[in-house]
């Protein structure tokens, strides 16, 4: 309130901005850009998507680097992440939890192939609700604390441990139902 | 409140849902991506690219590196004279000398500082313009909320502001990522233009002696805006010119929730004018969900209102009208929402 008016002619540069606001951002850049692009692969968006997504969001962070509070700075990149990401509207197809579970990816699958787990995770993340899978994945998979999600999410605490429950419990009945139909199948043949 | 236990350290997990989730955990993004958006946010590490190898030296010398080139070209022309009059001279003693040559000569070939790939830029003194990616012709910005948008950056922003402008100087080189960029541009509305050129106030080199317009066929559609002044300030010299950032430019980001909601109210209002009443409903659409509780909601509302009568849908822009002068009957807009609705009630 009684700051006092800086006239525009005396305003002084802070002597050299250029360098500590580009080593804050690469910091940034390399603390969080694997977290952020998860984030958004779990989201179903494939890697080239997320990456480009990841990278607008580093745009826009390093648009705001004086607004954004140390500490928060992960919530705040997945925040405009997750948003970017809503509004790219190219998000893959959420599939139905009615829908044929197409398990024909999977058949044989290797368990010490990383990438048929990560498709198969990502398959039934898509058959739960994204609000949930928003909850679980920044909670379980980039383990950040409910309240920190609570903050990003701009909702209350409650409604994450709420949200978190429900995910778990869609999660696991998914994926038991998944085991079973695979099990089945592989007696079958 | 105490956090839950993870699900991975708890008991009772089978094998596959824990499978499952460490897979989930520790998946990296492929190396090649991850390199490319290095390169395009300009950091090191990557494998330097012209222009970034370029934009670090100027932001190491505070001199153009166009400047260097051609400093180390006559370099370069003076060894090549000087190998040739040592040729010269060393043809009367014998003919080894005139190896030197070869070498010297080599050098010049880097020479000419190529434009990157896709910069699309046109380049007119002081205001640059960004043609590629601007949003969809027919939308236009009402230059007064552009006026008041653009020079808002206060000083404290302005070293965000500097990486912003080089981080966007790089960004190009991902060229696949325009289509995302092109959403986003849009999404943020028509002020792209305005936002740009704040921007590049910002940004603003010293004035460029190469780039020249790249961008053919596309006549730049954004307003063209004076840089102001003060982007001469002292200390922002030495940033990398942004005559590269130009491309990129299109999809930068709103640098306040103000300026993207402007944006898209703006982009919306003219989309309707010009009787695109699909494109003004989605960039609401977007305002919606973007700012459900913004600044502008009284306008995205009015603008719905609007539009769906337009479309001639009545009973939603009647509910909509109801719901808003029930909330907001003080509202300047409420008369003028209301007035929306009665218009096409009226035989």
Redesign the interface.
Known sequence: MFRRAVLPAERVEPAGPYLPARLRLERLFKDHHQSVWRTLRRRGLTPEVAADVTQQAFLIAAERLDDIVPGSERAFLMATALRLALSSSRRERRLELAEDMDLHPFRGRDPTDARASIDLLDSILARIDPTLVEVFVLFELEEMSSPEIAKLLEIPVGTIASRLRRAREAFRSVAERMERVMRRENQGS | ?R??E???SSNGL?D??R????????????AA??E???R??G??GAAPGGGHARARVE?ATGVKASAIVWISAGVVVLGVVGGLIGSLAGARLGPEPARVVAPAVAPATIEPPAPPPGAAVSSAGGSRVVAPLLPPAGLEVTPGAGAASAPVVP??????????A???AH?HS?S??T???A??AR?AGTGRGHAASASSSVAKPVAPAESVSAAVGAPPDAPIAEAPP?AA????Q??PSANKSAPARA??????DLRAEINLIDGARAALRAGDTAAAMDLLG?HA??FPHGALAPEETALRVEALMRMGRTAEARAYARRFVAANPASPLAERIQRLVNRDTAP
């Open positions: 409140m956090d839950p993870r699900l991975t089978s596959l849902e499978e499952l989730l460490e897979a989930g955990k520790n998946e990296t993004m492929p991506l991850r490319q958006m290095e395009a946010l950091f090191s932001a000083p404290a922003r302005r070293a965000g502001a500097l990486a912003a080089s981080m966007r960004s991902r696949h990522a289509v995302s960029r959403d986003i999404a003060r300030a002292a200390g922002e030495q940033k999809a930068a980001a709103p640098s306040s977007k969900v973007h």
